[in-house]
């Protein structure tokens, strides 16, 4: 991907906006539009630190557009970075406007950019995803208009505080719905647990087919447990990707909710390969411990991803929980009850 060549062979100037590439000169200019929202409070922190930020730029790692005004002011921020187990999926996100530019055209521009793999130059990939806040509709729209499809729902995973419009915001926390847009064929087949067969397979219509079979293996009797992991201090919330399911299952889930109670993490979220046939035997264990579903995450391991989720020390306000799609909304209902079972 060369967004940087895109970009610089026609720099877009619409109405008052100049987008250019994020490059060494201009790089120090993103920390301003962060704070104009987040204060310094945005959980990812490298985009406060031009240094670290210009070094996984360099590296390909990230890939980023700054936006200016008439008098060269810093107006908005987008970026595209790797941030799941595979490599060749990339997230579309972090996009950022300047208060000032609220009721602008300004983010349908960067949308625009960032949503579109030929105009980024994105060729090699599996896919691309993007996680919308859901205190408001804009980035939910401008995913669903883009062509990627609802497919996962992580309830209360961000701080309402962290937000410059917090004080407009009723709940302490804000959830996210994950959008993705397929590429490359997916590997199958994907095993499914019995109590999520049905929402697995309605998730997965628009995309491209799959195999699906069930996930009735036990859990192994050796080998250990491996996963990756994203701890979020600043939003209490914690990410864990699992490779492979061990023997250990069982202890290693409840180390993960000790660890989790002892970080004071709000939104501890995991996400198991379907490439695995035990897959239903741990879901059962993480159900049995609270758990319950957060969706589907296509290509995350280059095979999918069955996201859990658990909340602790919160009650999420599904009222405040703005979403824009059909597929959204049945899933938050579909959420909700799988919540309310495991906790009854």
């Known amino acids: 991907m060369n967004v940087t060549k895109v970009l610089e062979e026609k720099r877009l100037v619409a109405e008052n906006f100049q987008i250019v590439p994020v490059d060494s000169s201009n790089v120090r200019y993103v920390s301003a539009v962060f704070r104009s929202v987040y204060s310094n409070d945005f959980p990812v922190k490298d985009v406060y630190d031009p240094d670290i930020l210009w070094r996984e730029i360099s590296a390909g790692r990230v890939s980023a557009a700054l936006a200016f005004d008439r008098?060269?002011?810093p107006a908005g921020y987008v970026s595209m970075f790797k941030n799941a187990p595979n490599s060749r999926l990339w997230e579309a996100g972090n996009?950022?406007?300047h208060p000032a530019f609220k009721?602008?055209?300004l983010s349908s521009l960067l949308?625009?950019?960032y949503f579109n793999p030929t105009v980024i130059g994105l060729t090699d990939y599996s896919g691309i995803?993007?996680?919308?806040v859901c205190h408001h509709y804009v980035t939910q729209i401008g995913a669903i208009k883009s062509g990627l499809y609802d497919c996962a729902l992580a309830l209360s995973q961000l701080s309402g505080a962290s937000f410059k419009e917090q004080r407009a915001l009723t709940s302490p926390r804000v959830s996210c719905v994950m959008s993705f847009l397929e590429n490359s064929e997916p590997i199958t087949p994907v095993y499914v647990p019995t109590e999520y067969a049905g929402v697995v397979r309605d998730l997965t219509q628009p995309l491209k087919p799959r195999?699906?079979?069930p996930a009735d293996a036990s859990l192994p009797m050796a080998g250990l447990t491996i996963r990756e992991e994203k701890y979020y201090a600043a939003a209490q919330t914690w990410k864990i990707a699992v490779m492979e399911i061990g023997a250990d299952w069982q202890t290693c889930l409840d180390e993960l909710l000790h660890e989790a109670a002892d970080r004071k993490v709000i939104s501890l979220q995991i996400a198991v390969n379907t490439a695995l046939p035990?897959?239903?035997a741990a879901v059962r264990a993480m159900r049995d411990r609270g758990f319950f579903l957060g969706g589907l995450l296509p290509h995350w391991f280059g095979s999918d991803g069955l996201m859990l989720q658990k909340l602790l020390e919160t009650e999420p306000d599904y009222?405040?929980?703005k979403l824009y799609s059909k597929t959204a909304k049945d899933l938050l209902a579909f959420i909700r009850a799988d919540r309310e079972a495991v906790n009854s």
């Open 71 to 73: 008098q060269g002011q």
């Open 95 to 97: 996009m950022v406007i």
């Open 103 to 105: 009721y602008s055209n």
């Open 111 to 113: 949308t625009k950019i």
């Open 129 to 132: 995803f993007c996680e919308a």
């Open 211 to 213: 195999t699906f079979l």
């Open 278 to 280: 035990a897959l239903g």
């Open 319 to 321: 009222e405040q929980i």
